[in-house]
């Protein structure tokens, strides 16, 4: 009897797991390359038993070129650990982490890094990853667009930005204050900024499951446009990010009318600024 209730333990664990891809190193796919099943490099890979399927693409734009590295498998990353939390807290089918880093705007330089935890069905992370990188391959760098908002290669000799207390532009000495900044990630703070570092830090969370949303996590801006840290140049940017990413899922976001409402101007917003 004992070994019966062994057998039905081990046959109830088996299956409640997915099967997973897993690699333990970080491979490039090389230049008009396709990422899918029969592409995999074998030597690494493996097939494994888990409650969870994890995957991450790492994708650098350098001017119009791409270049596209992709891990299957737990990194054990502090990212990682955060989306876990979600997922288990929270019953989500599937969570994608997003973090978009523009270090350098003079060379063209963009960054998305992607993190996928799912429990949807079987290698659900490749086939996440799968659209990702074919959504990556077909768009351009992102850059594009959104260099008009918040950089100006010339150095201006006077700069005018937002202030989030006042409630009005104003004019910065650009001797002390060389950019204007915006942080939108717990409060809302936009003012003049001394550093001259122009850059965009963005991160979001894709939740999938019954119900499907979206949670930003941190965003800043730091540009030297005038007006550009306002809030409608703000919507426009994540606009822009947000339809990047969402072009490659067939995703309907259903849980809130204000999730609805939002989305709905952010895809007005995008129509409008690609009719520019």
């Not at 190193?25 to 038993?49: A, F, K, P």
């Not at 791409?66 to 989306?83: D, N, V």
């Amino acid at each position: 009897m004992k070994n019966i209730f062994f057998i039905l333990i081990f046959i109830f664990r088996t299956t409640n797991q997915l099967s997973c891809f897993n690699q333990n190193i970080t491979v490039e796919i090389q230049s008009g390359e396709w990422l899918n099943s029969s592409s995999l490099n074998n030597m690494y890979l493996e097939r494994i038993h888990a409650q969870k399927c994890y995957g991450h693409v790492l994708t650098y734009y350098e001017k119009n070129r791409s270049h596209i590295l992709y891990t299957l498998g737990a990194r054990k990353h502090i990212i990682e650990k955060k989306i876990e939390e979600f997922i288990d807290k929270f019953h989500f089918k599937t969570i994608i982490y997003f973090i978009f880093i523009i270090e350098s705007f003079h060379i063209r330089e963009f960054v998305i890094s992607a993190y996928i935890i799912c429990r949807r069905n079987d290698n659900c992370a490749l086939n996440y990853m799968i659209d990702l990188v074919k959504s990556y391959r077909e768009n351009k760098n992102p850059i594009d667009q959104l260099t008009p908002l918040l950089y100006d290669s010339e150095k201006l000799s006077e700069l005018n930005c937002y202030n989030s207390e006042t409630k009005h532009i104003e004019p910065c000495s650009t001797q002390q204050y060389s950019t204007c900044m915006i942080n939108n990630t717990d409060i809302l703070e936009q003012k003049c900024y001394t550093d001259s570092n122009i850059r965009l830090e963005y991160e979001f969370m894709i939740k999938l499951s019954k119900k499907n949303s979206i949670t930003k996590i941190f965003e800043l801006v730091i540009c030297n446009i005038i007006g550009c840290n306002d809030e409608l140049v703000l919507r426009q940017v994540e606009t822009i990010l947000y339809n990047y990413t969402l072009s490659g899922f067939n995703i309907t976001f259903n849980n809130s009318n204000k999730l609805n409402f939002y989305l709905f101007n952010l895809i007005y917003l995008f129509i409008l600024y690609s009719k520019k």
